[in-house]
T-cell receptor
Framework: QKEVEQNSGPLSVPEGAIASLNCTYS??????FFWYRQYSGKSPELIMS????GDKEDGRFTAQLNKASQYVSLLIRDSQPSDSATYLC????????????FGQGTTLQVKP | DGGITQSPKYLFRKEGQNVTLSCEQN?????MYWYRQDPGQGLRLIYY???????QKGDIAEGYSVSREKKESFPLTVTSAQKNPTAFYLC??????????????FGSGTRLTVV
């Protein structure tokens, strides 16, 4: 089992819809969770971080964390064509190593 | 403005040649990392350093070498022992040595191609 798993997609949604991106992780000791957006040919950009169970909202983005189910998700409301990108889920690795473990990413396509 | 600078953006390597990718940060971050990304795949950790003059191997360190002589700099050398080096290389840094608390800031990447 991979340490951080994401559906590679592509996930296709119409403009204005809600896009839902999901991620599961294997290490129950993980404490920090991140979502990165990566446009084609560019480097990842941090868009959300979440550390405790529940929802965290920032503009059109909402991160959701459920540690009991080892599940983290990203909701994008009012999706725009400019949201079309690959979204990487990252989870902190073993303590004292400073490593983040990345999923392989979900490609989102927002169609006008 | 603070950030991470990777150079060059594009690099072409001949068979049997060693090449060095530069990574410099002025964020005063303790920890620095090198990742490799292949098309359609996630990020794989090559090496990381939590403090000057110390570094650890990641998951795919074979054929690569690094140094951390200064806090600001973490160059990666791709040696001739790396048989499939064509990839997108990303350097990242984190404000804390644990890395996992605040996430990473990434550089703009170097695209390496074997010719």
């Amino acid at each position: 089992q991979k340490e951080v798993e994401q559906n590679s997609g592509p996930l296709s949604v119409p403009e204005g819809a809600i896009a839902s991106l999901n991620c599961t992780y294997s290490d129950r000791g993980s404490q920090s969770f991140f979502w990165y957006r990566q446009y084609s040919g560019k480097s990842p950009e941090l868009i959300m971080s979440i550390y405790s169970n529940g929802d965290k909202e920032d503009g059109r983005f909402t991160a959701q964390l459920n540690k009991a189910s080892q599940y983290v998700s990203l909701l994008i409301r009012d999706s725009q064509p400019s949201d079309s990108a690959t979204y990487l889920c990252a989870v902190n690795g073993p303590s004292n190593t400073g490593k983040l473990i990345f999923g392989q990413g979900t490609t989102l396509q927002v169609k006008p | 403005d603070g950030g991470i600078t990777q150079s060059p953006k594009y690099l072409f390597r001949k068979e049997g040649q060693n090449v060095t990718l530069s990574c410099e940060q002025n964020l005063n971050h303790d920890a620095m990392y090198w990742y490799r990304q292949d098309p359609g795949q996630g990020l794989r950790l090559i090496y990381y350093s939590q403090i000057v003059n110390d570094f650890q191997k990641g998951d795919i360190a074979e054929g690569y070498s690094v140094s951390r002589e200064k806090k600001e700099s973490f160059p990666l050398t791709v040696t001739s022992a790396q048989k499939n080096p064509t990839a997108f290389y990303l350097c990242a840094s984190s404000i804390d040595r644990q890395g996992g608390n605040y996430g990473y800031t990434f550089g703009s990447g170097t695209r390496l191609t074997v010719v």
